[in-house]
């Protein structure tokens, strides 16, 4: 089992920054690709950006693409989501989650509690 646990989640006004961290605990983060998703209210949930477990791969959803940036500290078994220059359709809960692959689909085995991300006009 993998525990995953994430912060950093807040109000903040348009072309404003937050950084999400996703904190693991459990069995061998390292071991793991880490993916961040988001759900609107009234929507699905989609994929925002993705990780390999050495973080030699990285893709990222076409929206949020030269804006956000993920990364990872296997040390600190914690992943991150730099998000600058904030849209308010980047309101959303945003999750991680750990899993085999870096795949920008939900085919992961873990997942939080998620983060509620609001960005005002």
């Known amino acids: 089992q993998v525990q995953l646990v994430e912060s950093g989640g807040g109000l903040v006004q348009a072309g404003g920054s937050l950084r999400l961290s996703c904190a693991a605990s459990?069995?061998?983060?390292?071991?793991?690709?880490m993916g961040w998703f988001r759900q609107a209210p009234g929507k699905e949930r989609e994929f925002v950006a993705t990780?390999?477990?050495?973080?030699?791969?990285?893709y990222y959803a076409d929206s949020v693409k030269g804006r956000f940036t993920i990364s990872r500290d296997n040390a600190k078994n914690t992943v991150y989501l730099q998000m600058n220059s904030l849209k308010p359709e980047d309101t959303a809960v945003y999750y991680c989650?750990?899993?085999?692959?870096?795949?920008?689909?939900?085919?992961?085995?873990?997942w939080g509690q998620g983060t509620q991300v609001t960005v005002s006009s």
């Open positions: 459990g069995r061998t983060f390292s071991n793991y690709a």
């Open positions: 990780i390999s477990w050495s973080g030699g791969t990285i």
């Open positions: 989650a750990a899993g085999p692959v870096a795949a920008p689909i939900p085919n992961y085995d873990y």
